[in-house]
């Protein structure tokens, strides 16, 4: 995945140079990656970074006209016009598709400003050699991870885990306490990572070096600013929602590549396309599909790319993804460090093929858990049984843990937490293709919802009045979900009962299935139902798969003696597990799917990187 890493210390320079260049290695996964590093051994800094070809950040290191400020950022940074105009009408020369204006903006801002103006999921290290100062920071919310390992001697940090792990084998241990977060929750909590003494940096972060050692370990932003703010009334809330999101949009439309939008049946990718008028043709959109039938996701993202004159098309999972499945989990684990479930991987292969056709990808990522407070993850309780009895105890604690961040205001809770920690999984792999953009996580919009009445984000009322206020034509077709669409208050009852009532049946025989229905379902095998059921709403069928095109690799991993020798799992239940599912009597595609994860992030992160 690109991004950023380095060593800040006051040893030999050789050592340095050459655990930088392992560093930078472990994170090229690409060949439409290019590196690049800045070293100053004087401030006892090794830096370097990836980034994919043309892409925002694909200009590293940038440097003043005077060659006395340097940085190396990535991500991506969405402003008003004005700032170049601003920034041009001072004197500075810079290409402004890219990240190059930015060394101006902390030339002409200064650092406090300079980083108050910055808006999107970034990570990046200023080095200003006139004070010398060296500022190492991350967006607000903590999206685009820096993972680092301190100790006396050191400070080493990288967007990848794995790049620490390449220099400091001694590293190469799972935390037991996170381990036991990651079965429970899907996610790491309070930013730990999976391995011992590596942590996140919080999200708002800027912490100064001085003579290759840590000095101060500041937030240029608190929470506490947006969550202070006084409530406003639903419509004031809904008026100021059309104003900012209309004005909020525009940078994210503006690349000097092709941008093409996932687009899906429900609400949140509508209300983009609502306000946005594309010239026929000029925004190319997809869905994901799977190999049963059309999604009703597929059904309706193709009716809305109709109404709004865009074309469409759908990237299968199928065939040709379950016969790379070993590769594709593998490379998921590995690009994630671990983080994200092998079940999640065709979202590595969907983004591969979507980059055929645009390097940027505009999705509605976000657009539920931030208008509307979705929660996405909670802990649960995987069967105790794979279990060893001295590590159930690390999966019950999670609970406790769970409840003390989960309090609080509801949005810090989405946006601070739930988005860091458990989201970011999924981004990870998917940015490693492509660059994923959406504007509703943008500063301004979340600020805004910080000032919502709690009744405005709590439903589906206020996403169908934007919709329909922009685009009446775009209102007027129903979600995946049943909901809109409908003038008839009866009709519409139905509908939403009816797509609920599919919605939850594709679950059930999905990952869903609870033991007595496998158990039942398998008793009349020969009824099929699962063909009848399955690819409704969902385009993967792990349960299935697992169960029959992927049965000889689960026995392959899971009945290996090396996991069954993990001394967190009960070997005997695990071997249970694995022939149980595979008969189709028992359903374990949760628990499959976790152990897979971890076994391969014992043999790719731990045993060798």
């Known amino acids: 995945m690109p991004g950023i890493a380095g060593i800040i210390n006051k040893l030999p320079r050789e050592k ?58 990535w991500g991506e940074n969405f402003v008003d016009e004005e700032v170049f105009i601003r920034l041009k009408h001072n004197g500075h020369t810079f290409d402004n598709s890219n990240a190059s204006y930015l060394i ?51 400070f ?73 703010q006084s409530a406003i009334g639903k419509e004031i809330f809904f008026k100021k929602l059309k104003e900012t999101f209309v004005n909020i949009l525009p940078p994210y439309f503006s690349s000097n590549g092709p941008i093409a939008f996932s687009l899906t049946g429900g609400l949140d990718t509508r209300m983009i396309l609502a306000c946005r008028e594309n010239l026929p043709g000029t925004l190319p959109c997809y869905t994901h599909g799977g190999i049963y039938r059309d999604s009703f996701d597929v059904k309706f993202a193709r009716k809305v790319a109709n109404a709004c004159q865009q074309s469409h098309q759908v990237l299968t999972v199928g065939k040709e993804f ?13 690009i994630s460090d671990g983080n994200l479930d092998v079940t999640q991987s065709v979202g590595l ?11 940027a990808r505009m999705t509605g990522n976000y657009g539920s858990e931030v208008l509307r407070g979705a929660v996405m993850f909670k802990p649960s309780s995987p069967c105790e049984l794979l279990f060893h009895s001295d590590f159930i105890k690390h999966i019950e604690h999670t609970k406790n843990t769970y409840a003390n961040i989960k309090a609080g205001h509801p949005v810090s809770f989405i946006v601070f937490k739930q988005a860091p920690w458990h989201l970011y999984n999924r981004l ?39 919709i329909s206020n922009f685009n009446p034509a775009l209102a007027e077709i129903t979600t995946d979900r049943g909901v809109g669409g409908q003038a008839n208050p009866f009709v519409s009852i139905c509908a939403r009962a009816y797509y609920e009532f599919l919605f939850k049946m594709d679950y059930y025989y999905n990952h869903g299935m609870p033991q007595w229905l496998a158990k039942l379902d398998h008793a009349f095998s020969f009824l099929k139902m699962e063909k009848v059921f399955l690819g409704r709403h969902k385009y993967n069928h792990f349960r299935v798969w697992f169960r029959d095109e992927l049965s000889s690799y689960v026995k392959e991993i899971l009945l290996d003696k090396r996991t069954a020798d993990r001394p967190y799992l009960n070997a005997k239940f695990l071997e249970k597990m694995v022939n149980g599912h595979i008969t189709g009597d028992q359903n374990y595609t949760n628990e499959i799917g976790m152990v897979l994860t971890t076994e391969l992030l014992h043999r790719l992160l731990i045993e060798q990187v």
């Open 16 to 73: 340095n140079e050459k655990e930088l260049d392992l560093m930078i290695g472990c994170m090229m996964h690409e060949n439409f990656y290019k590196s690049s590093t800045y070293i100053n051994q004087k401030l006892g800094i090794y830096i370097g970074g990836v980034a994919a070809i043309d892409s925002f950040s694909d200009c590293m290191p940038i440097f003043n006209e005077r060659k006395d400020m340097v940085l190396l950022f």
């Open 104 to 154: 101006h903006l902390y030339e002409d801002e200064g650092e406090e400003k300079f980083l108050q103006h910055l808006n999107g999921f970034f990570n990046g290290i200023l080095v200003d050699l006139r004070k010398p100062k060296v500022i190492l920071f991350n967006d607000r919310y903590g999206m685009q991870r820096i993972y680092f390992h301190e100790s006396k001697e050191n």
């Open 156 to 228: 080493l940090f990288s967007s990848e885990a794995k790049s620490i792990l390449k220099v400091r084998p001694e590293l190469r241990e799972i935390n037991y306490k996170s381990l036991g977060e990651f079965f429970s929750c899907g996610c790491v909590l309070e930013n730990r990572t999976l391995f011992h003494d590596i942590f996140l940096l919080p999200g708002g972060a800027a912490w100064s070096f001085d003579n290759g050692k840590t000095i101060r370990k500041e937030s240029y932003f608190s929470p506490d600013v947006w969550e202070n």
């Open 322 to 334: 379950l016969s790379d499945f070993p590769k594709q989990a593998a490379k998921t684990v590995y």
């Open 349 to 359: 292969y969907t983004n591969k093929i979507a980059r055929d056709f645009a390097s």
């Open 428 to 466: 990870s792999v998917e940015q490693s293709q492509l660059t994923q953009r959406s504007p509703y996580m943008d500063n301004d919009l979340v600020n805004l919802v910080f000032q919502a009445p709690k009744e405005a984000i709590t439903g589906n009322e206020i996403s169908l009045r934007f």
